[in-house]
Each structure stands twice: as C-alpha cells, then as structure tokens.
C-alpha cells in the first residue's frame, strides 16, 4: 500500500470526525467528552475539559450562547443537549480551575488595544502561547462589567482577571487609547491587536479586517469585525487573532490549513436508529446536580461505528477501520519482526456489508484483499493460513471430482450446468436432482463440475486465480461456448467477472422463469438469507424471492438483509484462517432470525447448521431428497470430499455410461472408523480421513509405530506432504477404529516420517 | 522452544513397538521455515523413532509455527 492509499482510505472513515456540537462550538470543545463526565457525576473533570479549551472559562461558560445546541443530534429527539446551562452549572458548582501553564517565551510582543470579551480572549491565548502580551484599556471588562451579579458574579469575573496576569498578560489602563498609542505600539510591538467593540471608533477606521486573518491594511496590525453579540464568536475572534498573529510571527502561511477554525462542518454520521426522543430538562434559574446528570445523560455520545456495528470480524479487532487501515499499512512496512496484523487481513470476510453501510463507502474488503494480494506476492502470507482451503480447491478441480461433459447422448450443448463445488460437497443428490430436472425442461445442457476460483480469490492467489479461470475457460470453449447457468452466488460473481464474455444466468432466474410449484412443505414462515455474494446482485434477491412465493412459502427477512446482507463466517475464506472468528460470525448470523432459514449458498447452510441453527437450502425445497432438511448436519471435511467424488462417479456411470477413469490409490483401500472424540479433532484440526489412511497405510507396511500397554492404542505419524499427522489408533477385524489424530508442520529433522 | 518441557503423564505408558523399548529423553532437531530447534523429547532408544504429543503439536509448537509465519 502506498502511503497515498493509506491517507485516501484513513480520509475515507469518518469515526475520528468531530461530533457535530464541538464543529459548531467556534472554540471547538470537547462537548461529547464533556457530556460524558456529567453523565458519571464527575464535575470537576468536566469542568476541567471545559477549561482547557476555553479562554477565561469562569467568565465565558457563564455567558456562552451556546451554538452546539441547534447542531445537536438530539434536537429533533427532544431538542439539543443544553450545553450553556451545563456549562453554567459547572462554573458554579465544580472545583476552580488553575489556568494552563503558558509555553516558555517566544521573545514576541503583542499589544491588544481594547479589554471586552474578544481583547481579553485574545490576551488569554496569546500569553498561554508564550507572547509578551500588554493590554491596553481603561476599563477591563468593558460591558461585561454591566451584567447582573447573577450572569456573571463580581468575584468569579476577578478570579479570571487574576488568572489572565497569572498567565503572564500585563494590563495598562493609564492610558489614552488614540492613533497616537497606536503608532508607537506599532513600532515597538511585534503584532497589535484591536478588539474593534472595545476600542475608540478613531482606530477601528482601518476598513474590514480580513474574514480568516483578521489582518489590516496596515501589517502587523490585527483588528476583530465589529458588531459581534455572542460571547463565544467574540471569544473566536480573540483565537483567530492569536492563531494569527503566531503565524505572522513565525513567518508562516496566513491563510494556509485555517478550514477547521471557527463552527466548521463535520462529516461525521451518528445513527439515530432506535433512538426514542427525551425532552430537554429545562434550564429554569439554572440545572442542580440532579438536572446537570440528567441532562448530559440526553447526549448520544455521537460517535459512526456504523460497518463495526454490524461486523463480527471489525468488531472483535476492538478498532475502526481508519486504525484498521492504519495498522495493515505498518505490517507491510516491517521487514524485520513480527508481522501482527496478518491475522487480522486474513480474518476479513471480504463481504462488503462494511462498504454499503459506511456513509462514505469504505470497503475493508477491498483493503484487506489488496493486502493479501500483496503478501502472496513478497512471500509473507502465512502458510497455514489458507492452505486447507487451497488444497480443497485443488480436489475439486482434480481428476476426482471436476466433469465437463456435454449432456448424456449430446454432441453440443445450448446450457451447462455449473452447480458450484460447495454445493456438489453439501447436497450431492440435490444438484443431481437439479441437472437431471434442467435437462428434462431446457434440453442440452451440459455440466461443469468445478471450482470457480473463490478460495485462490479470496486468499489473494492472482496466478493461481488466473490459472484456474483459463482451465475454466478453456473446457468451456471446448464446449462450445455454451450458456451458463450458475448456482452458486459466489461462483455467479466470479464467472461474470472472469468469463465477460460468456452468458450467464443464475439457477434461480432458470428457475423462476420455468415456473417450480407444488404444495408448501412448511406453514411455519422461514427467514431469508441472502449470502453475502448476492448483495450486488437485486435481480438475484428478487428472483430467490420470487421461487419461495411460487413454494407458497411464506417468509420472514431478518434485520440485515438483501443488500446489507450478513456473512455467514465463511466468504473470504475466514473460517479458515481464523476459525474461532469464523465461528463467532456464523453464530452471529445464527441468531439474526428465529426462524428456521432458508438460504441459496452452500456454505451458508452448512455454517448455518453447524452453529446447530436449523437452515435450509433452496435446493432442498425444489429437490426433496427425504428426511428435515433443516436438521441436515453440515457434512464434514472428508464427506465434502466424498460426496464430491462419489456424484461425479455416480453420473459418469448412470448418466454417460462410462466407467470412472481413475483407478483408486492404494492408502484408500484402507478401512477405517472414527470414535466421536476422533471426529470432532478431524473437523477442527482439518485433517481427513484420506490423511489418516496414509498414516495408517505406512504403519501397515512398515509396523512402524509407538505403542501404549496401558490403552492397548497404537500411535504413528506420517507426512505426505508439509503437514506432519499422527494417529492414534487401536487395530479392529481388517481395518482400523481412530480414537484421536493431531498434526503439526515442523518437521522432525533426522529422516523421520 | 529450548524450554519446552513435555509432562511426564503425555507420553505414559508409550513404548516403540517395533524395538519394544521404553521411550528415553533426547535432544531432536525441529525445523520450521527456516528455524532450527533443539527440543528434548521422548524418543525410542533403538531406533530413533520420535514421539510429538498432541499437548505439544497443538499447543506450543502451534504457537511457534505461527509466530514463525509471521516473522
């Protein structure tokens, strides 16, 4: 990832954004946090954010109007967080602040010509920076000193007086403010300030001041606009001033980067989904403790978490994408050390929902797929990651279980049949059922049994992707080109992608157009599940929907559905680099509906069932095969393999008359049964029964293996290939009853199987 | 890895089948992408057969794979 990619996407999310109160608050407080605090009774840390950012906090809290108020979120939900009365309630009743510790001197002098609220603001920021600051009035204060006790009390206005020469800001009130005091500060100051509502009218003569600067026609001269009312502008301008003034000290740009200052926009989205609406409680003569907590309680804590809301895998990395993105980006960078953000790009379901979600459409898929694309190509993809899943790509492409064959007793083929490898492996008879009904309803329709490609997509294998679509196209061409009808919505996407020039339509659009019908095999409603692969894909939704109303099924959706769709754990290959995760995501999904599901991706059904939700697949409403198709178990690893081989075997047979091709290997000839507590590790540690056959065909013909007097088991260990498996195992009438397995990938140095 | 210590009661009761020895402590070379490990482990005194526990394949020795393909 170039360092340009890092600041487009990091631009891209919005979750650092400021709240909409602290955009419109021109001194930018920190509300939310602010709001926070109150929320846990903790005045005086509130307070203390409240200092921290304003100028002679005790004085301005008392008198601020209040801008944030009308910005607020909540205002169509009850009305804006009532800011200004918190802010009051704090200067009252939370513990005095000290002022800020001023920066070491500049060895700068400004003089400020004039003391109301924007002269004694810009006073405030600009001694806290480290300028030698005077101020020149005859009546600090000015009409401030005219407010009510009651607005602004007498000592709380002294006890900022005080802090501001704290601060180090000198007053000088045995003066006459004239051009003649104007010209000699201008000669022996660095800058001059003017606060234009508090100085005589003989000096403000000097045209508008600047919008951004506040400059003059006279350089180094600084004057605020005059005629501004409200507290917290006149407190801005004093800021702008100060802001300015350092820049036009330091020799910099006066106008460069200044967007954020003053009420700026903000692009942050807060959902308020849900939200119920809670009046403001009014301020009155001013909030009590009791008020105050309410109150801040009112505040949405506005934050976006829109994509981490909805996501298992952004969720359980306890961030935001803009650190995501951050975080991908360093483990790119490293060439010595550890790689720690390579599980979490390989744990990405690459479903999009993030993207469709985010305001601002920021695809973590797109990330993360672009970073594994860029491991695989420097060397750094963990080897374990996606191998499994690679490897059953592998098989389903291989001599055992890929087919493309026009139909039965046909030289050319209009269609051919692409039912997906995932789905041969979870309902073998189904999509027997299924080529045998498009035959007997479209004619020649051929078919492709084969891996689209998905798991080297997903994993980032570019050369192994292209190599598998060019075999795909290849054995398509030699076909003839024919039309494709694709069940599966992930091989849909690939296919439409990789093979543009091919015509294709999905299973259920066929479907949908021959008409399905019958009686409904269920009055209980089931709850739709789009997989993640069809949520570009409207046509596709509606189609699905369309077939269950033509089942007179009657259906529910779930929360997030169609478009914002969810994952079911397994798309980008999750469930397999990070299995724990990919459980978690399918459990999650699980628990979207309490209907029973029905759903038209393989992988969803069997994720779905393996969580022990009850799922079905469309194949098992069009295609019975007998028996609850809910309670359909997700068939494991070595089944999926089987029933792959088996059907291709079945068809080649009973369908073209042929005898399979292929003779059986040796280590398959052995027989073996598995106890539970085998089964289970098999499923989790991916190891299959073809693997455990070759250990065991070692050990019958070398005898070679350790053996427990206490259990009577026997244990060995063989490795065909990078994967060292051991099983442990008691010898049964001609064959073998496993009780456990376990693998590794070091090797035992020394020669050793 | 150097410090790995595999419980007495993982590999109770193992013996090598083909010499009928009981299983000793050794030191065995492990590698893994490139690393080199020197790990004691119960081995058959005879015939050098090398015995890995499920605790330790699927425990540390999982963990230091990992770590490796990190690296």
């Known amino acids: 990832m170039e360092q340009a990619e890092l600041r487009h996407w990091e631009r891209k999310c919005i979750q650092e954004e400021s709240p909409r109160c602290t955009a419109a608050c021109p001194l930018h407080v920190d509300v939310r946090t602010v709001c926070a605090l109150l929320g846990q009774k903790r005045w005086d840390k509130a307070w203390a954010t409240i200092a921290k950012t304003m100028p002679l906090p005790g004085v301005l809290a008392r008198l601020c109007d209040a801008p944030c108020r009308d910005a607020c979120v909540r205002s169509p939900l009850g009305g804006g967080i009532e800011m200004g009365a918190l802010e009051r309630f704090c200067a009252k009743h939370a513990a005095p602040v000290a002022p800020p510790r001023p920066l070491p001197s500049r060895g700068k002098a400004v003089a400020i010509i004039g003391g109301g609220m924007t002269g004694l603001c810009a006073a405030w920021e600009m001694a806290r920076r ?9 009546n600090p204060g000015g009409s401030l000193l005219d407010l009510p006790e009651s607005q602004l009390p007498r000592d709380a ?3 900022e007086m005080e802090n501001l020469a704290t601060l180090g800001a000198r007053i000088r009130t045995d003066v006459t403010i004239d051009s003649t005091l104007l010209d000699s500060l201008l000669e022996t100051h660095d800058a001059v300030f003017i606060d234009s509502d508090a100085a005589p009218l003989s000096l403000t003569d000097l045209g508008q001041p600047d919008e951004i600067t506040l400059g003059t026609l006279h350089t180094g001269l600084f004057a605020s606009r005059a005629g501004e009312t409200s507290p917290v502008m006149q407190a801005a301008a004093g800021r702008r001033a100060a802001n300015s003034i350092e820049r036009f000290t330091q020799g910099v740009s006066m106008v460069s980067g200044r967007e954020q200052e003053g009420p700026c926009a903000t692009r942050l989205y807060t959902n308020v989904e849900g939200v119920a609406p809670a009046p403001a409680i009014p301020a009155g003569t001013g909030y009590g403790e009791e008020q105050a907590h309410e109150e801040a309680r009112r505040c949405l804590q506005c934050e976006c978490m829109e994509c981490v809301k909805n996501c298992e895998f952004l969720k359980h990395y306890k961030s935001y994408p803009k650190i995501y993105v951050r975080q991908v980006y360093n483990n790119e960078s490293i060439v010595m050390g550890t790689r720690q953000a390579n599980t979490m790009i390989n744990s990405c379901m690459l479903c999009g929902l993030c993207e469709t979600l985010c305001p601002e459409d920021f695809s973590m898929a797109e990330v993360c797929l672009e970073a594994r694309r860029t491991m695989v190509r420097k060397g750094t993809m963990p080897q374990s ?8 790509m592998a098989f389903a492409n291989g001599d055992r279980s890929a087919l493309a064959r026009h139909a039965p007793g046909a030289e050319t083929s209009e269609y051919l049949f692409f039912p997906g490898c995932q789905l041969t492996a979870s309902a073998p008879d189904a999509v027997e059922a299924a080529y045998a009904d498009l035959r007997q309803r479209i004619g020649s329709v051929g078919l492709m049994l084969r ?3 998905a798991p080297a997509q997903w994993s980032g294998r570019e050369a192994l992707m292209d190599e598998s679509v060019a075999l795909l196209r290849s054995q398509w061409e030699e076909l003839g080109r024919p039309k494709l009808i694709v069940a599966c919505p992930t091989c849909l996407n690939i296919l439409r992608d990789r093979l543009p020039d091919a015509e294709i339509s999905s299973h259920w659009s066929i479907l949908r157009a021959l008409g399905v019908g019958g009686e409904s095999v269920t009055s209980a409603p089931l709850a739709i ?10 046509a596709l939704l509606e189609d699905v929907r369309a077939l269950l109303d033509q089942l007179h099924i009657p259906t529910v959706e779930p929360k997030l559905t169609g478009a914002t769709t969810e994952c079911c754990g397994y798309g980008g290959l999750l469930a397999e680099a990070n299995p724990e995760l990919g459980t978690a995501a399918a459990r ?27 799922a079905v697949h469309l194949y098992d409403l069009l295609f019975p095969v007998g028996g609850d198709p809910g309670a359909r178990p997700s068939p494991g690893y070595s089944a999926r393999r089987e029933n792959r081989a088996r059907l291709r075997e079945r068809l080649l047979t009973e369908l073209w008359r042929s005898t399979g091709d292929d003779a059986s290997l040796p280590h398959e000839s052995i027989e073996v049964r598995f106890t539970d507590e085998a089964a289970r590790a098999m499923e989790e540690r991916r190891i299959l029964k073809t693997d455990i056959q070759k250990v065991l065909l070692q050990v019958r013909e ?11 088991h026997s244990l060995a260990s063989f490795r065909p290939t990078v994967v060292t498996y051991w099983v442990e195992f008691e010898e049964t009438d001609g064959g073998y009853l496993v009780h456990n397995t376990w693998s590794h990938r070091m090797r035992i140095m020394g020669g050793q199987a | 890895m150097s410090m790995i210590r595999i419980p007495e009661a993982d590999v109770t009761g193992w013996q090598c089948k083909t010499c009928g020895e009981p299983l000793v402590r050794k030191p065995v070379e492990l590698k893994y992408l490139d690393s080199l490990f020197n790990v004691e482990l119960p081995v058959c005194p005879a015939c050098n057969m090398v015995l890995i526990p499920e605790s330790l394949a699927m ?3 999982r963990q230091v794979e990992q770590l490796l393909e990190d690296k």
């Open chain 1, 130 to 138: 480290g300028f030698d600051v005077t101020l020149h009035c005859q």
């Open chain 1, 157 to 159: 206005f002294l006890r």
């Open chain 1, 385 to 392: 990651a996606h191998e499994f899943a690679l490897r059953d």
């Open chain 1, 451 to 453: 891996c689209c490609g």
């Open chain 1, 529 to 538: 599940n789009d997989p993640c692969g069809a949520r570009h894909n409207p």
């Open chain 1, 588 to 614: 999650r999904r699980a628990a979207a509906a309490d209907e029973d599901f029905v759903t038209y991706c393989a992988m969803c059904r069997d994720m779905l069932a393996k969580t022990g939700k009850r």
């Open chain 1, 702 to 712: 070398t005898g070679r293996c350790f053996h427990n007097s206490e259990t009577g």
């Open chain 2, 59 to 61: 425990g540390k020795m």
